[in-house]
């Protein structure tokens, strides 16, 4: 069945109360929901209500606490609906459910792993809990009782404020919770279980005192430390620069091992995959820390970006997502370097959100039409969702956007907003139209635009021309121009940027030029000599250009800009058609031409000590194997990509290995780990120095002994990829992955590492790899994180191991698909679209694949998450 947006109405009921009552049980928990609705003015008198159920089985069904006649409702697991109900005063409905959380192996609703009871409910989980209206639109106030058994479930929470506990019966107790904020079914969540806790405090900007508690397995309470720190200031910030008040007295965050997704921001109890709050220098990488404070930030944000102002429906599921992404992004580019920030962003951005926007899983901003919503968690709603935020802002400057927000929230506070409604507070907080950038929410496709130059010395006048086309992607053929912000600069050749006396053709405000039309020639007059160009600084659009700058140019503005971020985009610029070139000759088998401008220019950055080592980290990263796949567009073959990137690489690697070296001696940092920005870019550089020196070394030495020295995560793990990836087969790889296996065997999130640099190992001995890691005691294809390192990497993050010729990877996970598809379906389902970029493959590699993906749409009982990712990947 397939929902589409402008099917939406109101429900026929407005609900008032909710009381929930479980008792918990492994296997037979009994949850009693007291629901108080009242027929909405206006809806028809004889409308049935309707509720939702997912698996339900119901035992009792009282009607103002008198048992139900049989005759006035049906029920079937998938739903309840009952008629003949009053014209307009309110009624009680008290339904009571049996359900079993041991074996609800989706992790959806409410289930127990590991000894813990814990939910999921966004986005329709609610109804494998009892009976409900299970729509973002449906606001009500919760009461929870919990009563469980105190001996194993010491520890009941749910939402909003603690009301009070109590013993109740032999060997159980219970424990009441009271939300006074109306909220959405998908912000429910109930966890119960022994745990461990952290406590702090903080006080708002009005003075009141919150109590923080981070919850997580006995013993790993000193690894819930840094993300106790991110969440203050996660508070903090939000008070600072939205003005965004947290409204509850306690904030809770619970940390569990088998969850689906990154996080859940459910009223004041948050829950965390245990992967994004534990940390210490001794199990986590400084990714992982800055993993941490970029999702404890995102969930607690989401207090006014999704539970204060939720989504009408679905659809709307950006507004939320992207706008808090949005504010996640920033909240990390004020704690650490905003120009590395940005680069991390753009690099996540390219890999992950243009490939889908270019493959058959597309889909706007704002989708009209979705089977199954779950598929719509995408990088398109999240990442592009964010981009188009960061569009306003930048539209309307710093101001103007702090305006729009603050309207937002004063408007829409307690409501169930739409796109539209957001996108009409900016324009009424600055009066002006953003109707064609509202195609943005509407449009899928990456736009491409088009750009050359001109400049005419005798009239001091540089010219600009530039062209939109936004591609045709599934159901969407015809596109109309939009509105793209293009930040730029007009460098000189000593350095500094012109100052046009006047600009004709479009409008440009600051920095920024807007580009509106599908064609468009700007003037810039009163130049004194040739500029060199710099557009789209800061990623200001979310656009692929095409603007044929010479390597000259380029260079220039990597080595001159005055916007960090700038000179990034210039490098990845110089490096992408060289690479691309290369991967062409490799594929012919003709010899790799190398690029003496790319290497020195990059040498040149990586040596610059006044430039910061993050930055310099992030310059030393040559564009990604599937950056090259993207760029190339169709008919790639993985291997010779590899081949050529893997040429180009060499040559900037044998350059010169004295910069390196000293970069590697350089950058160690001394004394006790901190995870802060600055040590993080150190580490960085000094990795990226070691990646390039196992090249021109050729022998695992510097990097054994790497591994051998290193006293924190970060550098250990950096030391071991370059064994893993560059060593494969040498002696010291394999005692150095047993080392650290042996060290580690008991914590599953580094084994997951450990699961992950093997299964990235490039060549066509991967998949062999992979089958006998899953035959390892340590694997557990029961757990979600453990599938996504070992099953997920391998699909996702090895271009050649996967993408082997003989189809054999494909295979491979057509059958995980299929063994995965009855338990978890939405794992499941997120594994699968590994695939999404499948028809860009040369032909031998794209048969294999379709086969291997009818092979999956063959499957017999399909989850509706699975039939309706492989529908859209096989549909022309
Ligand atoms: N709202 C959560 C977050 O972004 C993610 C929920 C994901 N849900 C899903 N069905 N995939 O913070
Ligand atoms: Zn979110």
């Known amino acids: 069945r397939i929902i589409h947006l402008a099917d939406y109405r109101q429900t026929d009921f407005v609900l008032e109360r909710v009381d929930l009552t479980f008792e918990l049980d492994p296997t037979e928990t009994k949850v009693e929901a007291r629901l108080i609705f009242h027929r909405r003015e206006g809806a028809d008198p004889s409308a049935p209500l309707v ?4 698996e339900l089985v119901m035992t009792s069904l009282l009607f103002d606490q008198m048992e139900m006649d049989k005759a006035r409702y049906d029920a ?3 739903s309840l609906t009952i008629r003949d109900l009053p014209a307009s005063e309110p009624f009680e409905i008290t339904v009571t459910t049996m359900i079993n959380p041991e074996a609800n192996t989706q992790l959806m609703g409410l289930y127990r792993a590991n000894g813990v009871y814990c939910t999921q409910c966004e986005a329709e989980g609610f109804r494998r809990i009892t009976y409900f209206p299970d729509r973002p639109d449906v606001l009500a106030v919760y009461t929870v009782n919990i009563i469980a058994d105190k001996a194993s479930c010491p520890l009941l929470l749910s939402n909003g404020n603690f009301l009070g506990g109590a013993g109740y019966g032999e060997g159980k107790h219970f424990a009441a919770w009271f939300d006074p904020h109306p909220k959405p079914s998908y912000l429910f969540a109930l966890v119960a279980g022994d745990l461990g806790v952290v406590e702090d405090t903080f006080t708002t900007m009005s003075g009141r005192e919150v109590a923080l508690k981070i919850y997580v397995e006995h013993g790993k309470e000193p690894r819930a430390a840094y993300a106790m720190d991110a969440l203050k200031r996660s508070m903090k910030w939000d008070e600072e620069v939205f003005g965004r008040e947290y409204d509850l007295d306690i904030f809770m965050i619970v940390a569990v091992s088998d969850f689906n997704m990154g996080a859940m921001e459910n009223k004041g109890l948050n829950v965390f995959n245990d992967k994004y709050v534990l940390a210490d220098p001794e199990i986590a990488t400084d990714q992982d820390y800055a993993n941490i404070e970029a999702i404890i930030a995102h969930e607690y944000f989401h207090n006014w970006t999704g539970n204060r102002v939720t989504c009408r429906d679905w659809f709307q599921l950006c507004l939320k997502e992207g706008l808090t992404v949005y504010r996640d992004h920033e ?6 370097s905003r120009a590395v920030k940005r680069i991390a962003e753009v690099r996540h951005l390219k890999s992950e959100q243009f490939p889908e ?4 899983l597309a889909h706007p901003v704002r989708p009209t039409k979705y089977r199954e919503i779950n598929n719509f968690y995408t990088t398109t709603v999240y990442e592009k969702g964010s981009e188009v935020t960061r569009m306003i802002a930048t539209i309307l400057g710093k101001d103007g956007f702090k305006k729009g927000m603050d309207l937002y929230f004063e408007r829409h506070d307690g409501d169930a907003a739409t796109i539209e409604d957001f996108v009409k507070c900016f324009e009424d907080a600055n009066g002006v139209d953003l109707s064609q950038f509202s195609l943005w929410y509407n449009q899928a496709g990456t736009p491409l635009v088009s750009v050359s130059s001109a400049y005419d010395q005798g009239k001091g006048e ?3 021309s530039l062209e939109q086309m936004i591609p045709p992607t599934p159901g969407q053929s015809v596109k109309e121009p939009m509105h793209i912000p293009l930040r730029f600069g007009l460098l000189l050749t000593d350095g500094s940027e012109a100052n046009p006396t006047a600009v004709s053709g479009a409008d440009v405000t600051g920095d920024v030029l807007h580009l509106t039309e599908r064609r468009q020639t700007v003037t810039f007059s009163g130049i004194a000599s040739r500029p060199v160009v710099s557009l789209n600084r800061g ?6 250009l095409h603007f044929e700058q010479a390597a000259a140019d380029l260079a ?13 985009q210039a490098l990845n610029d ?6 691309v070139d290369a991967a062409r000759k490799a594929r012919a088998g003709e010899p790799v031409e190398t690029s003496d401008v790319l290497a020195d220019t990059l040498i040149a950055i990586a040596a610059d000590e006044s430039l910061e080592p993050a930055f310099r980290a992030q310059a030393l990263a040559l564009p990604s194997e599937s950056d090259i796949a993207r760029e190339l567009g169709s008919n790639n073959d993985p291997d010779a990509i590899r081949t050529g990137r893997e040429a180009v690489l060499a040559f900037v690697a044998n350059r010169d290995p004295a910069v390196f070296a000293a970069l590697f001696a350089g950058h160690r940092t001394e004394g006790a780990f901190t995870p802060d920005a600055s040590g993080a870019g150190h580490r960085a550089l000094r990795n990226a120095a070691l990646a390039y020196l196992a090249v021109s070394d050729g022998t695992p030495a510097r990097a054994a002994e790497a591994f051998a020295s290193a006293d924190n995560m970060t550098d250990l793990s950096a030391a071991l990829t370059v064994l893993a990836h560059r060593f494969p087969d040498a002696p010291e790889t394999a005692k150095a992955l047993e080392a650290f296996r042996a060290r580690f065997a008991d914590n599953a999130l580094v084994i997951d590492k450990w699961f992950s640099i093997q299964s990235t190992i490039p060549g066509d001995g991967a998949l062999e790899r992979v089958k006998a890691l899953m035959e390892s005691p340590l694997f557990n294809k029961a757990n979600p994180n453990r599938v996504r390192a070992l099953v997920g990497t391998f699909a996702f993050s090895n271009p050649t191991g996967f993408n082997r010729a003989d189809g054999a990877g494909y295979r491979f996970l057509a059958d995980q698909i299929l063994e995965i598809d009855p338990k978890n379906p939405q794992l499941a389902a997120r594994i699968l679209t590994s695939m999404r970029s499948w028809r860009a493959l040369e032909e031998v590699r794209s048969d294999h694949a379709r086969n291997a993906l009818r092979a999956i749409a063959a499957g017999e009982k399909l989850s509706s998450d699975v039939s309706d990712i492989v529908e859209r990947m096989l549909k022309a």
């Open 574 to 579: 110089l490096a992408l058609p060289t690479l």
């Open 556 to 568: 220039h503005i990597a080595r001159h800009d005055g916007d960090l971020f700038a000179r990034w």
């Open 462 to 464: 540089f010219t600009l």
């Open 331 to 336: 909240f990390s580019a004020d704690q650490r």
């Open 539 to 544: 990623f200001s659009a979310p656009v692929n």
């Open 76 to 78: 079937t697991p998938e």
């Open 357 to 360: 926007d270019a493959g058959p």
């Open 51 to 54: 509720l939702d159920g997912d």
